[in-house]
């Protein structure tokens, strides 16, 4: 819906699968100082083999324009 949309997937039984999806970080304005960094957090938990604990958030940024077809 909107950018910066992030996923991360791990490998899990060498499937890979979607471990987080949404936002980067706490700051929901860009002039925002982020205290939370929720994709580092999640690319730590995954490459640690650990759950991703992070539920997923909506992303906030600007919206997709999509061409008509």
């Known amino acids: 819906m909107c950018t910066p949309d992030s996923f991360l997937f791990g490998r899990e039984a060498g499937t890979w699968r979607l471990q987080y999806h949404g936002r980067l970080d706490d700051a929901l304005n860009p002039d925002d100082e982020p205290t939370e960094f929720y994709i ?30």
């Open 40 to 69: 580092r957090d999640a690319v730590d938990a995954v490459l640690a083999g650990e759950d991703v604990e992070i539920p997923d958030r909506p992303s906030r940024g600007c919206s997709i324009k999509w061409p008509e077809a």
